[in-house]
């Protein structure tokens, strides 16, 4: 007889797709998630444009662009910035393709979700473009959501290219000379730490399953299962917490954490930071001729 | 030589009633190379912990460096910095003592603590990576490094507070051959300088490879033996009481014989 915990299914039916189990899916999947880490530090650690800026000038640009963007109105300065955002990934050595793929198609789609019933004549009168009663999508319906998915889009390609083409590290040295506070920091450094170690954990909890696996299961016995984990996990990762914390008192830890993070930021830098206010600057100039108030 | 633990009388319960340490007494003088060898679960570890004041006796006093290591005394700032410059440890688990960003920040962060100038850190940093052979290490967040480089840079971290006393829990597990070769050899230069070096391992061979003392602790959490490598290596049905050794029985040429295995492959002595 195979106990209960030994069968593995999604519970879903059986087809192409489900050839592969639970446990193997999802050990698949953070394994891919580390990979993408891995792979963006790579990216990150790159001699491209914007690898090379000081990351607190990065920081700031980029906050400066996303900031402005959601100041814009007109749909051709945003689709300008959703441009802009391709531009500066293409120019930092990441491909169009995964650029888009990775944030528009995201970012779009939830984007669009978000502002469609604002495309409809029950919230935007107007115009009918496409008649389907009261939920008719009209013509200024169709540029309110079009102004709000390119701004979400915009936005997250700022964001994305700041997470691409920054070293973890170095995000968080541009946060402690930006005066955040030594033990946020350490704590953000920890977390990471901590979180890859636990996906790796859990990939092998997954594995070590899926090399017992003899036959499909219910639904029900991997939602048992997966919880039974889940409880596990929390378990550790307490018990990994205090463990940390004795590593940092054995090293002489007394509640500071001074660091040895001097940034310095070169001419390239302010330039950059001159030009980005430069650009948001016109942009918006272009923004009140195409859209006055 | 002097003594710079003093354990006596210890118990140690993790939580009530359950024992992890039991009629403790142990000296270990200045300069000396300890093994603490027993099974899994025999206490090495709380043993070691409690040498770092980082778990405190139930009952018993613990003293290291002349001063009673108790959590009050370790509250006082003086004695925390001395006795913390003074100590270092390596963690079993190198993940639970890389915390850090980087690995360089990992060197970094005992000095910092123990508040030395800047121009120090960095000089100390980059004098033990390049000991422990790890400078293209030091850019890197930990979780990129694979599992022995984890361990030297665990170990590195220590190294650059400039401890006198080095106490290792299981050092050499997780590690591949060479690692361990490089390590064994760390550990003969710390011999060479005097310093203390306190390793906990059932690996018998490692313990008498690097070791002049070897305390054994049983099953029941207790310290039965406590002598050279070869006075307590020569106690064959004390090590196989105690779980470090057990009988293994094979066949050569037709015909079975038993004879005592341990970890490390130890084989009996003549």
Not at chain 1, 157 to 171: A, C, K, P, Q, S
Request: charge should be neutral; aromatic fraction near 6%; include cysteine.
């Amino acid at each position: 007889m195979i106990p209960a915990l030994a069968h593995i299914s999604d519970g879903s039916p059986r087809g192409r797709r489900n050839r592969r189990s639970l446990a193997r899916r999802t050990a698949d999947t953070i394994r891919h998630a580390v990979s993408e880490v891995l792979e963006n530090d790579e990216i990150a650690s790159g001699p491209e444009l914007m690898q090379q800026l000081d990351p607190r000038i990065k920081l700031v640009s980029i906050v400066l662009f996303a900031v402005t963007a959601s100041f814009a109105q007109s749909i051709w300065v945003l689709l300008a910035f959703v441009v802009a955002t391709a531009g500066l990934a293409a120019a930092s050595g990441i491909s169009i393709g995964s650029f888009s793929r990775k944030v528009w198609a995201s970012a779009g789609f939830f984007g669009l979700l978000l502002s469609l019933p604002a495309a409809t004549a029950w919230i935007s009168p107007g115009p009918v473009l496409v008649p389907l009663g009261p939920l008719s999508i009209t013509s200024s319906g169709l540029l309110i959501a079009a102004r709000l998915t390119t701004r979400v889009a915009a936005g997250a390609g700022f964001g994305m290219l700041v997470v691409w083409t920054t070293r973890w590290t170095d995000i968080l040295q541009a946060l402690t000379a930006m005066r955040m506070p030594d033990i946020v920091v350490a704590t953000l450094a920890m977390t990471q730490q901590q979180i890859m170690s636990l996906l790796r954990t859990v990939e092998n909890i997954h594995l070590a399953r899926e090399s017992r696996m003899l036959t499909s299961g219910t639904a029900k016995d991997n939602r048992l299962w997966v919880t039974e984990r889940m409880a596990f996990i929390v378990k550790k990762s307490v018990k990994t917490a205090d463990d940390v914390y004795d590593a940092m008192l054995a090293r002489g830890f007394s509640g500071a954490m001074p660091s040895l993070v001097r940034l310095r930021a070169a001419t390239r830098d302010w330039l950059w930071l001159a030009a980005s206010v430069a650009s948001c600057a016109a942009l918006l100039g272009v923004d009140r001729v195409l859209m006055p108030r | 030589m002097s003594a710079q633990f003093v354990l006596s009388d210890i118990r140690h319960e993790y939580r009530a009633g359950v024992c992890t340490l039991a009629d403790i007494n142990l000296t270990i003088e200045a300069g000396e190379h300890v093994a603490l060898v027993g099974a899994n679960g025999s206490g090495k570890s709380t043993l070691l912990k409690m040498l770092d004041g980082l778990v405190f006796p139930s009952a018993g006093t613990a003293t290291a460096l002349g001063h009673n290591l108790t959590e009050d005394a370790l509250e006082d700032p003086a004695f925390r910095r001395e006795f913390r410059s003074q100590v270092g440890f390596v963690f079993q688990e190198a993940d639970v003592q890389l915390f850090c960003a980087t690995a360089f920040d990992e060197l970094a962060f005992g000095p910092l603590q123990l508040g030395l100038a800047e121009n120090e850190v960095r000089s100390r940093v980059i004098e033990v990576s390049r000991q422990l052979r790890i400078e293209k290490l030091l850019e890197r967040p930990p979780y990129t490094l694979s599992g022995g480089e984890k361990k030297r840079v665990a170990i590195a971290s220590v190294l650059t507070m400039q401890p006198q006393v080095l106490l290792l829990d299981e050092p050499t597990n997780a590690l591949d051959p060479r690692s361990q070769v490089w390590l064994l050899d760390v550990l003969e230069e710390w011999r060479v300088a005097g310093r203390t070096v306190v390793i906990s391992t059932h690996d018998l061979s490692a313990a008498e490879e690097t070791c002049q003392r070897m305390v054994v602790l049983s099953e029941e959490h207790r310290i039965v033996a406590d002598g050279t490598p070869s006075e307590v290596l020569a106690q064959h049905e004390l090590l196989l009481e105690v779980n470090l050794l057990h009988e293994h029985a094979h066949r050569h040429r037709g015909s079975t014989h038993e004879h005592p295995h341990g970890h490390g492959h130890l084989h009996p002595r003549p």
